[in-house]
């Protein structure tokens, strides 16, 4: 049974223009993102730096932007210091955060490196966990400084002799968090990133500075934190960040009605942003502001935490007796999630709601990239391949172009017990007036049912929708919404070519249940 959805594109939908920073993603020092990820200098693909070529081209089909480093919770127990200089005097640290053993034979330097060979800017995380303002400064004058102090000639002399230029900083992780080294009160961290930001800024006013928000919309201190410390700080602040997983709850037992909740995940995400936008405005209203706050989605995706907290809960009770002495681990499988059909989908319905709502959130990092709960898998000694979500991501990046508009639909609902009845259809419309070339982004989150869908561009501004001209469409779906590409078979679950049908101003096409698509069209 196939029932209509009509999407409407009207002039007064303009969203704001497209963020380049919204296709962010995140490398962490966690598992084998790092080691074994993007560093593996015994591959047959690595290069002179120990780089893997084949995870660096992936990175750039990818479309990636701009990439947060080095955590996440890792952040939180780190010394900058330890991944710079020559890789054989380095220190090797326990990591707290996933019970890990640090070579560090990765550090700023080096990612600094590995940014220049994939084009993408770099968002540095800093240590408010174990340290604060003063290793924030240093760390700031090493990336930044211009040589002839004590700091930027040691970058000098360990061979970078430019500033790094490195504008966006996140200042802390999660500190909110109990399971993060160092956590805090939203008093206590407020009066922290307060001076932080302000002495960051003493130093480089033309920073971007993140302050933490809440470590996802389940906290008990959800909204009252995003109030306390973006009041208190706000005047050097420019981000708060959000962070959001969604996972299908049903999915050992394939129950339907977890499945139909999961593909409704993008309801959460905008009730995240709504409320932490609102925050941000009462502190903008507080402080007699003339700045919005703006919003960096930087940890977002599908993961499935059961999974890592059933191995974490065994880890506890193990080590709960008496001291243990055994080696920590150096970059273990960890979180190595192997995507579905549906978590494509559900990833693509994510992307939407991000660029539904680019006129607060001006950044997004997609965690993670490689190997840890990633779009691209990089096998030891092996190949590198691409995740189901991959497609979505990739398509946005690349096509996602001028400004945004979130166009009016009336669609079929289906039925959930978090967020009530929800449209069946979800889309978004990019349109790049210099180029005369425009993106629809399309899902449908039914689990039962295939929907036809018409898309009415009357109000596309300045042209004549009526020579709207199909250059490429395609459609992800299967009729197994768990199957997975796997190494061995990398490319099971792919995009194909989406028919549609374009006349007088209007795309009709056919939505199967559980499918995302991508239209990119001229006018």
């Known amino acids: 049974m196939s029932t209509e959805a009509t999407i409407r594109l009207d002039a007064g939908t303009r969203v704001a223009d497209v963020p380049p920073r919204l296709f962010g993603s995140f490398v962490e020092h966690l598992g084998r993102c790092v080691y074994g990820g993007i560093y593996e200098p015994g591959h047959a693909a690595a290069d002179d730096q120990g780089f893997r070529q084949d995870v660096i081209d992936l990175v750039k089909e990818l479309g990636v932007t701009c990439v947060r480093y080095p955590g996440g919770n890792f952040v939180s127990n780190y010394n900058w210091e330890d991944g710079t200089g020559p890789r054989s005097q380095r220190p090797v640290r326990r990591d707290l955060a996933w019970h890990c053993t640090e070579t560090n034979q990765m550090g700023i330097d080096d990612f600094y490196r590995w940014s220049q060979k994939t084009g993408t800017e770099i968002m540095l995380a800093v240590n408010m966990g174990t340290r604060g303002l003063h290793a924030a400064l240093e760390e700031l004058e090493y990336v930044n400084g211009a040589a002839g102090t004590a700091l930027a000639d040691r970058r000098v002399a360990n061979g970078i002799e430019e500033p790094m230029d490195v504008k966006m900083w996140c200042i802390g992780n999660e500190m909110d968090g109990p399971w993060q080294v160092g956590h805090m009160s939203p008093e206590e961290y407020a009066a922290a990133v307060d001076r932080v930001a302000h002495a960051m800024k003493l130093a480089e006013s033309g920073l971007e500075l993140v302050a933490c928000g809440s470590s996802n919309a389940f906290m008990p201190t959800f909204g009252q934190w995003e109030r306390t410390v973006l009041t208190k700080a706000y005047d050097n602040l420019d981000f708060v960040s959000a962070h959001a997983y969604y996972f299908d709850h049903g999915h050992k037992t394939k129950d339907a009605a977890e499945m139909q909740e999961f593909l409704a995940s993008a309801e959460n995400m905008t009730y995240f942003i709504d409320t932490v936008a609102a925050q941000a405005d009462a502190a903008k209203a507080a402080n007699h502001g003339d700045k919005d706050i703006a919003l960096s989605f930087d940890e977002w995706g599908v993961w499935y935490s059961d999974a890592w907290n059933e191995q974490e809960e065994a880890w506890r009770q193990e080590s709960a007796n008496g001291l243990h002495h055994e080696a920590w681990p150096v970059a273990p499988h960890l979180l190595e999630d192997i ?92 349109w790049d007036a210099d180029t005369r070339t425009g993106l629809l982004l399309a899902v449908n989150r039914d689990l039962g049912a295939a929907h036809e869908v018409a898309v009415a561009l009357a109000g596309l501004p300045g042209t004549d929708a009526s020579t709207v001209k199909v250059t490429r469409a395609q459609l992800l779906h299967d009729d197994d919404p768990y199957r997975t590409n796997t190494a061995e078979n990398p490319n099971a679950v792919t995009p194909g070519e989406l028919p549609v049908n374009a006349g007088d101003g209007t795309l009709r096409f056919a939505l199967p249940a559980v499918s995302w698509s991508a239209v990119e069209f001229t006018a």
């Not at 898998?377 to 001028?402: S, V």
């Open 339 to 430: 995507y579905t059909a549906a978590d494509a989908v559900v990833e693509g319905s994510l992307m939407i709601t991000l660029l539904k709502h680019c006129d607060r959130v001006r950044s997004a990092s997609r965690a993670q990239l490689v190997n840890v709960i990633a779009p691209i898998m990089a096998e030891p000694n092996g190949p590198a391949w691409k995740q189901t979500i991959f497609y979505p991501f990739a398509e946005a990046a690349a096509h996602a172009r001028g400004d945004v508009y979130a166009p009016a639909i009336d669609a079929p609902t289906v039925s959930t017990k978090a967020y009530g009845d929800v449209a069946a259809i979800d889309a978004v419309v990019t």
